[in-house]
Each structure stands twice: as structure tokens, then as C-alpha cells.
Nanobody, 123 residues
Framework: QVQLVESGGGEVLAGDSLRLSCEASGYTFLIYDMGWFRHAPMKGREFVAAIGWTHDRTNYADSVKGRFTVSRDKAKNTVYLQMNTLKPDDTARYYC????????????????WGQGTQVTVSS
């Protein structure tokens, strides 16, 4: 199995930056890619960004393109989400997920999840 642990959330002001981390452990050889998702109150879990584990392809939701950057450090088994120019609408609990094969970026495709980290952006 794969275990994921997120960190790096916090409370910031609009326009600030944060970097989230997600460390993977266990059977990491099973991972095809890792995705970042967020879940705000009254909303479903929303795709944010994804990056390959053994390839370098990245994907982003339109709402974060140009502001968020996903990256990977294979030596540390860690994926990062650099979030710049944060907006109040970015307020949510952020989760990283891992999956064993490609597809569309729906939450149900990801079989492994971390516990999430809260990001709160105030205006």
C-alpha cells in the first residue's frame, strides 16, 4: 500500500503564497501519478493539479493555472504544490492522492489519500 502525508497548510492573506508538501511511503513503485485536490465547505472534492511519478507531465485546473505549480522530488518521495497569489476562493482542505494508472482527474480514480491540510485565505 501507499501512505501519503501532507503538510504546509496555514492561514494567509490574499496575495500571499504557501507551499504544500506530500510525502509518499510504502509501495511507491505502484504510483503512476499524484494529484492535488481540494475540498471546500458545500463543494465536492475538486481537482487542482497533478504530476507524474515516473514521467514529468503536469496538469492543472483552469482556476489555478499561472498561480500554482506542482513539482516532484523523487529522492524524497515528495510532491509539492507551490501556491502563489492566493485568493479567498482557494480556501479549502487540500489533499494529495496517488493512483496506479492514468485517466481523467476525478477523485474516484485515486486510491490512496492523505489526511489533508487546511488552507485559509483571508481578504
Amino acid at each position: 500500500q501507499v501512505q501519503l502525508v501532507e503538510s504546509g497548510g496555514g492561514e494567509v492573506l490574499a496575495g500571499d503564497s504557501l507551499r504544500l508538501s506530500c510525502e509518499a511511503s510504502g509501495y511507491t513503485f505502484l504510483i503512476y501519478d499524484m494529484g492535488w485536490f481540494r475540498h471546500a465547505p458545500m463543494k465536492g472534492r475538486e481537482f487542482v493539479a497533478a504530476i507524474g511519478w515516473t514521467h514529468d507531465r503536469t496538469n492543472y485546473a483552469d482556476s489555478v493555472k499561472g498561480r500554482f505549480t506542482v513539482s516532484r522530488d523523487k529522492a524524497k518521495n515528495t510532491v509539492y504544490l507551490q501556491m502563489n497569489t492566493l485568493k479567498p476562493d482557494d480556501t479549502a482542505r487540500y489533499y494529495c492522492g496517488a493512483r496506479r494508472e492514468g485517466g481523467s482527474f476525478y477523485p474516484h480514480e485515486y486510491g490512496y489519500w492523505g489526511q489533508g491540510t487546511q488552507v485559509t485565505v483571508s481578504s
